[in-house]
C-alpha cells in the first residue's frame, strides 16, 4: 500500500500471533479502524473471516478490494457502453488502458492542486501536482463520476478503479508523506506522468467477508465476532485532514477546498478517539454493544492515553495482557521526536 499514519504492516505477524492463541487458527475477527488494511487484508490470508469497517471512503474501497475480490471484475456493462466499442479484449486492462490514454481535462484538482490553478478562495496556487498530473486526474474522476451515474459498473467495480487511482496518485502526489500541506518544491518522482497499474488479487479465502463505513462505537452494535481487533488513533492528529485529497478522489465530489492547504471539510469524520474528553468513552461504547468477547488492541507509548489508563478501564470488561513491542514510529518530516517507541498490544477476554 502506501505510508500511512499508524500503519501496521511491520506488526502484522505479531497481531496475527496473539490473536492465533486468543481464538485459533479460524473465526471471524472485526477489524473496526481497518485503515489502508493491512491487517484485514493479512487475516484473510490467514484464513479468518473478515468484519472491516472505518470511517474513510478511501478506506472503504481499499477494503472491498483487498476482501472481496479474487481476480478482476470483467466490467460487463461498461464493456458494451460506447467507450468500448471496437474492444475486443474488455475487462480491468481495457478499462486502465482507456483511462491512462484519456483527454486531460481542467477541473478541480487543477484548478486548486496544481501550480497553474486558481483557487476558488484565491489563496496562493497549491503544488500538490504538476498541473499535467491534476488535468489527467479530472479527467478520470469525470469519467469514472459519469459511469457511475449512467449505472455502467458496480459498486465493486467502482472501488476497484478508485482503489486503483488513489495508489497511482500517491506515486505522484509532492508532499513528505500525508497530504497536510504540499512541498514548496516538486520532488523528483512527483514529476512523473501519472499512471493507473493493476493491481495483485490474491485468489483465496474471498467469501463471507463484510465492508462497512462508520465510526467504530457507532457500527459495535451491529457486529458479531469472535475477536475485535481495534487500532484507534494514538493522537491529536485527524487521518480525515492528513488524507483530505484522498478522501475526495474516493467520494468523487467537489468540495470546498479551504485554507493555503485547500483542506476539505473533514469533521463529520472527526474521529473521539483523537480527544482526551471522548476517547475512552468510545472504546466502552465498543465494549458494550459489540457481540464479541475477545478484544485485542494496538495502542502506542506516546498516545492520548497512558497504558495504566487503559488498562484500568479494561480491565472492567474482561482480563487484560500486555505484550511490549518496540517500533519505528512514523514520521513524515524532520521530527525530532525520537525514533523508536513501544507499541502495546492488549488483549482482553471477557469472563464468561
Not at 451515474?149 to 458496480?154: A, G, T
Not at 467504530?216 to 485532514?241: G, H, S
Not at 473521539?272 to 461504547?285: P, W
Request: contains cysteine; charged residues 25%.
Amino acid at each position: 500500500m502506501y505510508r500511512y499514519i499508524g500503519n501496521k504492516i511491520k506488526l502484522t505477524e505479531d497481531i496475527l500471533e496473539v490473536i492465533k492463541e486468543m481464538i485459533g487458527e479460524n473465526g471471524t475477527v472485526a477489524d473496526v479502524m481497518a485503515g489502508t488494511g493491512s491487517v484485514s487484508s493479512a487475516l484473510r490470508k490467514a484464513g479468518y473471516k473478515v468484519v472491516a469497517s472505518d470511517i474513510m471512503t478511501y478506506s472503504y474501497h481499499h477494503l472491498s478490494v483487498n476482501l472481496k475480490l479474487s481476480e478482476a471484475p470483467n466490467f460487463s456493462k461498461l464493456m458494451k457502453s460506447k467507450d468500448f466499442e471496437g474492444v475486443s479484449d474488455g475487462g480491468y486492462s481495457s478499462v486502465l488502458k482507456f483511462l491512462n490514454e484519456i483527454k486531460p481535462i481542467e477541473s478541480f484538482f487543477f484548478k486548486e492542486f496544481s501550480p497553474e490553478g486558481l483557487p476558488k478562495n484565491e489563496s496562493p496556487p497549491r503544488k500538490y501536482f504538476t498541473s499535467d498530473n491534476a488535468r489527467k486526474i479530472d479527467a478520470i474522476r469525470a469519467k469514472i463520476n459519469g459511469w457511475i451515474d449512467i449505472d455502467l459498473i458496480s459498486e465493486v467495480e467502482e472501488s476497484l478503479l478508485k482503489h486503483t487511482l488513489i495508489m497511482a496518485v500517491n506515486e505522484v502526489a509532492n508532499i513528505s508523506g500525508t497530504y497536510g500541506y504540499f512541498l514548496s518544491t516538486f520532488k523528483k518522482n512527483s514529476l512523473n506522468d501519472i499512471v493507473m497499474k493493476p493491481v495483485s488479487f490474491f485468489p483465496e479465502n474471498s467469501e463471507g467477508h463484510t465492508v462497512k463505513q462508520g465510526f467504530a462505537e457507532n457500527l459495535a452494535a451491529t457486529i458479531k465476532a469472535d475477536l475485535a481487533y481495534i487500532d484507534p488513533p494514538y493522537i491529536k492528529r485527524q487521518y480525515a485532514a492528513n488524507y483530505h485529497i484522498l478522501e475526495t478522489i474516493a467520494r468523487g465530489d467537489f468540495p470546498d477546498a479551504v485554507g493555503k492547504s485547500g483542506l476539505r471539510d473533514w469533521w463529520d469524520q472527526h474521529s473521539k478517539f483523537c480527544t482526551k474528553t471522548r476517547g475512552l468513552q468510545a472504546f466502552e461504547k465498543i465494549f458494550k454493544e459489540m457481540d464479541c468477547n475477545n478484544f485485542l488492541i494496538s495502542y502506542s507509548e506516546d498516545g492520548l492515553f497512558s497504558l495504566e489508563q487503559l488498562t484500568e478501564l479494561f480491565s472492567k470488561y474482561g482480563v487484560v495482557k500486555v505484550r511490549e513491542i518496540d517500533y519505528n514510529r512514523f514520521k513524515s518530516n524532520q521530527s525530532q521526536l525520537k525514533k523508536q517507541l513501544k507499541e502495546y498490544l492488549i488483549s482482553i477476554e471477557r469472563e464468561i
